[in-house]
């Protein structure tokens, strides 16, 4: 509640005039008073919806950005998913491609004949391991020996021998399929006398022997049966491994069943596809193709010799570059075809305009300097070839000399030494190949370099 104003009584000594007066300025003070009042309510609700109006706008502007930062998140996330499965895709089809070639067909045999070792052997293991009991029986009952002998505790490694050898001629078998070979008869025949051998053995151990008991017609047939599962189940498993590598031997993984040639890994597409830039052409090398075909079309083709006259091929002439020319009597350009520039028609003389440098005093710096273009190995065989003319170097000038007239390392200067020979050998056949057969050169003292007579 704000304070009001000192209200006092009006003096009862003032006159009406007065009174009326007074009372109005109060009344005009007290109206002062409310609209303030009433304008500082006004302001201050004003305000406050200010503020609520920046708040929500706040609110807005990061609802906004929360939604720009969920869309732009959701857009990578199914771009990458994109990029991925497409990846995956292009994976997938490289993947198929190869497993159809040649290549793969060979290495997924390869692959067959070891997991056929690697599943059926410990099979092959196993039986082995059944029959140990009876081909020990079966052998000390041969020998004679019992517990007490040293024979007997020897005759327990007798089935491990006979089924290790036949393993390891199915090893070997495999591996010189695998190389293209072929084992022997004979070590086929070894494995057949192995397995016959601990078959025969299990059976001598189920027949009974001596006085005992009363054996029922069908206890004889069953304990055979039971020692011969082993030796047996062995034999089995060995002709099994035997079937299913020749099998792998007899396939051809370069041809299908129809006889086709299966396609090989370099005659098949396995690249990538080109995006979009690499395979569109822009326009401006579109619009200079012909421009450039044009060109190309206007380039004289260069001569091919010996040329044929008449039926008789004249000798090739291979010509030495030439050297500098008189001034007088070679080409000319600039100010010295002055003859050729008055024979033409007169140009009205242009008025030159002399513009001013900004940067004249300046020193060119290192790097905008033109950089002299290395010479190649050819332009430093013409240097040699133009040296031996001017009579600097002889024809058969060593590594040392090549080196010393050209500036070069002595690597180098080797390689231009052999290649200038190879020049010298190249136009030497050239001129055996142009002459007749049954003609020799009439002048011995021809000298084929620079391609004029000495």
Known sequence: MKPRVNERQPSPDLSPDELAGELKRRRELQDAQRSDELARLRAEAGHKRARADVAEESRLAELARVEREADVRAEAELARMYRDFRAAGER????????????????????????????????????GI???????????????????????????????????TVCWIIIVRARLATSGGQLSDSAEKIGIGCLTTSIFLNLIAAVPVGAGPHVSGWALPGAMFAHAIGPIGAAVVAHLIGVIDRSITDADPWHDKDGQEVPRLAAMDLRPP????????????????????????????????????????????????????????????????????????????????????????????????PTPRPLTDADHVERLVSAIDKGEVPESASIRQVQGALGLGFDRARRIQNLYRARLAEMDRQISESLPKSAAPTRPDLSVVGGAPR
């Open 130 to 164: 059944w029959s140990t009991t009876g081909v020990q029986q079966g052998a000390a009952r041969l020998m004679s020996v019992t517990s007490g002998s040293p024979v007997w505790w020897v005759l327990w490694g007798l089935e491990a021998l006979l089924i290790g």
């Open 92 to 127: 997938t089809r490289i993947r198929s491609l190869m497993a159809r070639s040649g290549e793969a067909r060979a290495l997924s045999l390869d692959r067959l004949r070891s997991r056929n070792l690697a599943i059926l052997v410990p099979f092959l293991i196993g039986f």
């Open 274 to 369: 080109a995006s979009a830039t690499e395979t569109s052409t822009p326009e401006s090398a579109s619009k200079s193709t012909p421009d450039s075909d044009t060109e190309s079309a206007d380039k004289p083709t260069a001569a091919m010799w010996p040329i044929p006259r008449e039926g008789r091929p004249t000798l090739p002439i291979i010509a030495r570059p030439a050297a500098a020319q008189d001034p007088e009597t070679g080409l000319r350009t600039g100010d010295d075809r002055r003859g050729e520039r008055e024979a033409k028609a007169p140009r009205e003389p242009r008025p030159k305009v002399r513009r001013p440098r900004p940067n004249k005093g300046v020193p060119v710096p290192e790097s905008a300097k």
